[in-house]
């Protein structure tokens, strides 16, 4: 044989590629690389992943596998890219085959996806026949996880079923040179859902609705805006009246607003964005980005240092800036209160009614409800602070098991953790278990992810928190198979291990919350862990602990933790009078500690927080949890530095009293709560990294909703440097608990 008829002999490979490769262009991309290295074979969607047959000469195919593993489309996350030799079949031409049924699915649905630039164009070009429709998109933008009801993922499993294709949608849907081959959502204003506007009981509908909800926008209205997971509240920014009136019909007090800019260049005005914020911004999973405030907004986030800004991402957003928006909109979730997002048409205008002056309401259905996502850049790592859209339901971890394991999380911030397959996909973001409706939504998710991935509930090990009391454990209590409960703080440090797949590494952890079910019964919330996952976390430190009075009212009133915190320090301490100015209620709250009445044991960081923020002036009820710690880091950040307190870690505890002392004194003496506050947060970061450097582990891990405070985890990346680890992937606070519950399971299952 010559060289030549070798270079030309024919040979046949199979690719299996998995992880976020349906729904994002992924067969119209290998079907365009085949066609320009004149590669024969096919490529179909199957439920574990994307298959290829190629079949060419040698140089071909190694050119062809060479570019589909080197540029995949954008929003492809590979996971598994293998290649295997095949037997020749003798075939002629490249084509995509109709998806095959069978096996269990293990490919991964991919998060909803951002307007492409290429679509933005179209949008705006009156020559082009998508000009100016609100439903634009193609294989590398639009909805996905949200108009999802199966896998695998094709037309008639999703909320586009109801709207045939148009000669024109089709002939681009079949298309393999086309950006639209095989676009689920594909449509256009002859075949597609429309919009319309509901104001009063005037109806318009076409581009009208869109131009008419930009005016009302833009003359102060609220408006209700059906996006990708679920219905926004609207109005303009910086119209104070309309933020003032969104906050009295929401009954949202002082809560931050999300805002929405026109572009980039109105977001630079908003916040201070470095590099690695920009991207965020901007990437394609388009979440809020949380960022130094540059300028106020009155109303949107009251006695708060930051703003979250994110980008329009919807054709409908882009459509309302060019209508005539304001700017900068307040974009908040549209429920009440902390209720989860409304999604639902019908539910939506009927719980929205008092709220909203107008309605823009899209036809398309929502599959899932699914709130934006939020994160904070901290260095070059994009800290996930919520994790909805654009980021569910992609996997979050690899895990050494083939066991199904569903972890429920805890009930504040809830969010569910699926393990299938060895990949641990996370849900979005559901609520607090507290309302009706994130209930329904957490059953809801529990049925979506076993559906989607194929997992009957009885072959599932079930994971719960300890606390006998959650409405998580007692759903767990009602789910067959076996079940494993978790401590919450041993989830929160396995959390951030889990992300990176250490499950060997020995870690020093500190989980640092509000409130958290303990081995004994009490409330932890200060807590130091030594080990790691394969070997177990031992706790062997913690914060003293204090007595807290009254209950559950004590996490609302940061005076009445303080009556805890400051029982053994008060003695003498007019605290109804300046500086402190403490209500009656603090009065009440020690009497309770003395008598022992209603009083429990805690070792909550959380609750020291906030005695210091009543101490330096936060002195009334907290209308959102985290509240008054974030008004004490906000403090913090508005003081020059200081020389920190000292908050000594002796006999395992860290003493807390001291310090306490010293932040009463000083405030006697008419010191500058500011400095107070920053002294207050510098000695926390710098107890942290001694008793860390006493362990001497190979890592250090800090998680917990403490652990959401800008001001300490950047004192502590500036201390500790790569040595300490946080989590990226999930929340800090409870949305990142159930990943954590599931690692914490695994290992007691092996
Ligand atoms: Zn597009
Ligand atoms: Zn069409």
Redesign the pocket.
Known sequence: MSVTDKATARHAVRLHITGVVQGVGFRPFVYRVAQRHGVAGWVLNAQDGVHVLAEASDDAIARFVDEVRQSPPPAARVATFDVTPAAIAGLVAFEIRESAAAGAPTVRISPD?A??????RELFDPSDRRFKYPY???????PRYSIVYGLPYDRPRTAMRDWPLCEHCSREYADPAD?RFH?QPVACSACGPTMRLLAGDDVVTGTGAIEGAAALLARGAIVAVKGIGGYHLACDAANAGSVAAMRERKYRKERPFALMARNLEVARTLVQLDGNAESALTSIERPIVVAPARRPFEGVAPENSDLGVMLAYTPVHHLLFAAGAPDVLVMTSANRSSEPIAYDDREALSSLAGIADAFLVGERPIARRIDDSVVRVVGDARVVLRRARGLAPEAVGTFPTTTPILALGGDLKNALTLVVGGQAFASQHIGDLDHLSARDAFVATVGDLCAMYEVKPEQLTVVHDLHPGYRSTEFARSLPGRRIGVQHHRAHIASVLAERDAWETRVVGFAFDGTGYGDDGSIWGGEVFIGSLAGGLARVGHLRPAPLPGGDAAARFPVQAAAGFLYDLDDGIDFERPPFSFPKRYADARALVKHRVRTFETTSMGRLFDTVAALTGFTREQSFEGQAAMWLEHLARSSGSVAPYVLPYERDQFDFRPMLASVLADRRVGRAPCEIARAFHFAVANAVAAVADAYNADRIVVSGGVFQNALLVDTLVAMLGPRMWFNVKVPPNDGGLSLGQAACALAELK
Request: hydrophobic letters at 40%; one cysteine or more; aromatic letters at 0%.
């Open positions: 996806l307007l492409c630039a290429d679509c933005l634009i998109n193609c294989t590398n933008c639009g950006r676009a």
